[in-house]
């Protein structure tokens, strides 16, 4: 959308998330831009972040921008029916760390509950949002568990040991990789790799 949108359509207030979103505007294609303001918004207070991206999809639609691209609960069951396992990452994506624990829990359960609604079938997994090291504690760890799920996934990159926490994932990246580079990725990481075969 950025390449309908000018760098003066956003509001010039002085803050620093304010100047990389004209700057990101001003450079169409910047996605190291991009990030930045991902990583900013993440540091905000929930209802801060979903207020600025509120704005950016308002400007984005008034500039003849798209839909969204994100699926519906049409398109989300039809993935489970072929076989794609669909996990919770919360109802409004907070980062668990910066929300009291009775919001945590409660973004933890109301995922759970909608997802299983609509599937009519169980959620067993977990992604934290953001994922990192700090971004969760000890304490998100037990409601996770505490709220029914089987395993969780953080953001941590590396593979998973024989007795590794099943609430404390780690994840090897695969993005558009050749089979052959996933299987190289697999082979690092103790797996077996199959898929260039």
């Known amino acids: 959308w950025a390449r309908r949108v000018g760098a003066d359509a956003w509001p010039a207030s002085g803050t620093a998330l304010d100047g990389l979103v004209r700057r990101a505007l001003a450079r169409r294609g910047d996605l190291a831009g991009l990030a930045r303001i991902d990583a900013e918004l993440k540091q905000l207070a929930a209802s801060r972040s979903e207020a600025l991206l509120a704005e950016l999809a308002r400007l984005a639609a ?40 009775a919001c945590a829990e409660r973004e933890l359960l109301d995922a759970k509950a909608r997802i299983e609604a609509q599937l009519d079938a ?69 797996g077996r790799p199959a898929c260039a075969a």
């Open 62 to 101: 008034s500039r003849g921008g798209g839909a969204a691209r994100l699926l519906d609960w049409d398109g989300v069951r039809a993935l489970a029916r072929g076989g794609v396992e669909i996990g919770a990452h919360t109802v409004t994506h907070p980062i668990l760390s910066k929300v009291s624990l």
């Open 122 to 190: 169980p959620v067993h997994g977990f992604a934290y949002p953001n994922g990192r090291a700090g971004d969760f504690g000890d304490a998100h760890v037990a409601l996770v568990r505490r709220s029914g799920y089987r395993y969780a996934c953080t953001a941590e990159r590396g593979a998973n040991r024989s007795g590794a926490d099943v609430f404390r994932l780690r994840r090897i990246g695969v993005g558009c990789d050749a089979p052959a580079l996933l299987d190289l990725k697999l082979a690092l990481a103790g």
